[in-house]
């Protein structure tokens, strides 16, 4: 069974930084993309981050390009996310999500989320 | 960045009805767009990619249509389980986007 657990989220006040993680099973990891997907309290979903498989080629939303650094150690099977000079607007359940494995950059297993809070 | 638009915000059906959802985007991505179900306190469920193919598992009353820039998801007899909010996200162009949502709710 597949299953990526997600962890990290808390509460931060703006200018911080939060390291998040998702750790993952039941699949070989190295051999999927996979990516970060926030959604703000009662809002909508909202793609973050893609890595590839072997970690050479990684994306970004222009939200948070220059500020956030996707990772991943393929060794431990744990998908990172590096989230620096955190803004209000950040304050989103952080999804963890693989690509479907015909190699789609659309999702097909998902983690239950972390809370990312950003507050003074 | 593509922009994906859908209509309606809300749709009020009983079960057993057909409920169709227009997902629009702002410029063509081929049939590069996927749907998801999500409920209350639940992570999204892929329902389809690829405009029209199901995702494994997913029931036979759910399908898939469009290309370009004009797409819709069926459901054709509501199930009490399928109520929820559904979005599409179109996996053509970065960056991914997705849709604001459709909420099926029961009428």
Known sequence: EVQLLESGGGLVQPGGSLRLSCAVSGLTFSSHGMNW??????????????????????YYADSVEGRFTISRDN??????LQMNSLRAEDTALYYCAKDTSSGRYIFDYWGQGTLVTVSS | E????????????????????????????????????????QAPRLLIYDASKRAT???ARFSGSGSGTDFTLTISSLEPEDFAVYYCQQHSIWPLTFGGGTKVEIK
């Open chain 1, 37 to 58: 997907v926030r959604q703000a309290p009662g809002k909508g979903l909202e793609w973050v981050s893609r890595i590839s498989g072997n970690g050479d080629n990684t």
């Open chain 1, 75 to 80: 060794s431990k099977n744990t998908l990172y």
């Open chain 2, 2 to 41: 593509i922009v994906l638009t859908q209509s309606p915000a809300t749709l009020s059906l009983s079960p057993g009805e057909r409920a169709t959802l227009s997902c629009r985007a702002s410029q063509s991505v081929s049939s590069y767009l996927g749907w998801y179900q999500q409920k209350p306190g």
């Open chain 2, 57 to 59: 598992g997913i029931p």
